[in-house]
């Protein structure tokens, strides 16, 4: 089992910046995707950005240029700087982590932080 636990959402004016945290605890294998993902009221979760253990990283379009996803393998955490950030970007955000056990793959979700970008 894997938990993650997501910080760092809040309340922002459009053109704004928020770093989004996740720590990852728990059965967490050398080889796996982190992600953020976000949800709007009556809308289905959406991917934003990924990160492989070994760095690779892949974006919504809808955030290259102003999201960043990186990693610290050795904390096993997943951070998200979100820059010029607009009220579009207002959603649920969760961190997902993905690896294979014994040739299944395991999705993983955190709990969700709420991010609001006023106009």
């Known amino acids: 089992q894997v938990q993650l636990v997501e910080s760092g959402g809040g309340l922002v004016q459009a053109g704004e910046s928020l770093r989004l945290s996740c720590a990852a605890s728990g059965s967490i294998f050398s080889f796996n995707y982190m992600g953020w993902y976000r949800q709007a009221p009556g809308k289905q979760r959406e991917l934003v950005a990924v990160?492989?253990?070994?760095?690779?990283?892949n974006y919504a379009d809808y955030v290259k240029g102003r999201f960043t996803i990186s990693r610290d393998n050795a904390k096993n955490t997943v951070a998200l700087q979100m820059n010029s950030l607009k009220p579009e970007d207002t959603c649920v955000y969760y961190c997902?982590?993905?690896?294979?056990?014994?040739?299944?793959?395991?999705?993983?979700w955190g709990q969700g932080t709420q991010v609001t970008v006023s106009s």
């Open positions: 997902n982590l993905v690896q294979f056990e014994q040739l299944v793959k395991r999705d993983y």
């Open positions: 990160i492989t253990s070994g760095g690779s990283t």
